[in-house]
């Protein structure tokens, strides 16, 4: 359909066009991944200079028209900057983490509303002067991920019985995302990555936390985890997207 249309976006990326104008690439609620040209943009009195910056939440008006790579852009109102965010280099990261990620994976991808509303959410709560968990947020945001990407984590019973678990610890199976129990041959190998009672706990705890109560969330048995969370969570990822997850945001935790 063609026409005028809005929409909450966050923005990813954007670069300088010709002299004057922005090419932006947007994750939105309703349209999910959207290239846009703000003509103008980095004239003085443009309505969208210094908003269509990356990690903004905006609402965008563009001129709509399928057939077209790149939609026009008519109208911009910044949401939020996410101030507290850019003010600390691991908040930051993990923004920038986020970002990267929705460029990776989301531009083919159909429209996901609810895990657009979730993405804000995750990021106001993050937006605090006070300092927090930041790695317990990538691990929240990886694990809301493989589920709207549709392969989510099945953590409350052995992938092959189906039955919960009697023995600890329990060996992930990173690749299917879940673990086999004993009874099943999970424990024959000391090769693999093991969890603890209170890790599995945790990891379930976590999985279906709100992000609003991601500061007091106690990460201490899964922070005694290794491999890191993050780094379970993106090989699990990586066996389905198919897409190098390399993440250069990433690194900057390291
Ligand atoms: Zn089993």
Same mark, same amino acid.
């Given at each position: ?46 309505? &969208?200079?210094?908003? #269509? +910056? %990356? ?10 028209? *399928?057939? $077209? ?81 549709? &392969?989510?984590?099945? #953590? +409350? %019973? ?10 600890? *610890?329990? $060996? ?83």
């Amino acid at each position: 359909m063609s026409g005028i249309v809005k929409t909450e976006a966050l923005v990813l990326t954007a670069y300088k066009w010709r002299d004057s104008s922005k090419i932006v690439h947007l994750f939105s609620a309703d349209h999910g991944y959207l290239k846009i040209i703000a003509k103008g943009a980095f004239r003085p009195k443009s309505p &969208f200079r210094g908003v #269509l +910056e %990356s990690l903004n939440h905006v609402e965008l008006i563009f001129s709509q028209k *399928p057939s $077209r790579g790149l939609q026009l852009a008519t109208g911009v109102t910044l949401l939020n900057s996410f101030f507290h965010i850019r003010d600390d280099l691991e908040k930051t990261a993990l923004g920038f983490t986020v970002l990267e990620i929705f460029q990776k994976l989301f531009p083919v991808h159909e429209p996901v509303a609810e895990f657009f509303q979730y993405t804000v959410d995750l990021l106001s709560a993050l937006n605090r002067k006070e300092t927090l968990p930041v790695n317990l947020f990538l691990w929240h945001f990886l694990l809301q991920l493989s589920d709207t990407l549709g &392969f989510g984590w099945q #953590l +409350e %019973s052995c992938l092959k019985c189906r039955r919960s678990p009697e023995a600890f *610890p329990l $060996r992930l199976d990173l690749q299917n995302g879940g673990y086999t129990c004993r009874n099943c041959g999970g424990g024959e190998s000391s090769q693999g990555v093991w969890l603890t009672r209170p890790q599995w706990e945790s990891l379930q705890a976590l999985a279906v936390a709100d992000s609003a109560d991601l500061p007091g969330f106690d990460a201490g048995p899964l922070a005694q985890l290794r491999p890191d969370p993050a780094d379970i969570l993106l090989r699990h990822l990586r066996y389905h997207t198919e897409t190098p997850l390399e993440l250069k945001s990433l690194k900057w935790y390291m």
